[in-house]
């Protein structure tokens, strides 16, 4: 079992940048492929982007390619979301996610979910 808590949301202007973080406790970490989803009323969960256990690997949406950016270091349990030249259409819940071992980018793969945290984007 593993936890994870998602942090770093808010208000940016288009054009901005914000950086999420997810926190995880509770399960050997390096053990996990984490994500990154995104939602917004009425549409289902979107997958953002993924990392690999080892972080050696990732996985980037078409839409978000160039302009996010997944990473994570084992170390401290923590993964990241860093996010640039945002857009309106950005704005969303993201939630972090986990599952056990292989990377992977469809949502109803994921075992473990954190609550979400809100960016929304201003244009």
């Known amino acids: 079992q593993v936890q994870v808590v998602e942090s770093g949301g808010g208000l940016v202007q288009a054009g901005g940048s914000l950086t999420l973080s997810c926190a995880a406790s509770g399960g050997f970490y390096s053990n996990y492929a984490m994500g990154w989803f995104r939602q917004t009323p009425g549409k289902e969960r979107e997958f953002v982007a993924a990392?690999?256990?080892?972080?050696?690997?990732?996985l980037h949406a078409d839409s978000v390619k160039g302009r996010f950016t997944i990473s994570r270091n084992n170390a401290n349990k923590t993964m990241y979301l860093q996010m640039s030249s945002l857009k309106p259409e950005d704005t969303a819940v993201y939630y972090c996610?986990?599952?056990?071992?292989?990377?992977?980018?469809?949502?109803?793969?994921?075992?473990?979910w954190g609550q979400g945290t809100q960016v929304t984007v201003s244009s």
């Open positions: 996610a986990a599952r056990l071992y292989y990377i992977r980018s469809r949502a109803d793969e994921y075992d473990y």
């Open positions: 990392i690999s256990m080892s972080g050696g690997s990732t």
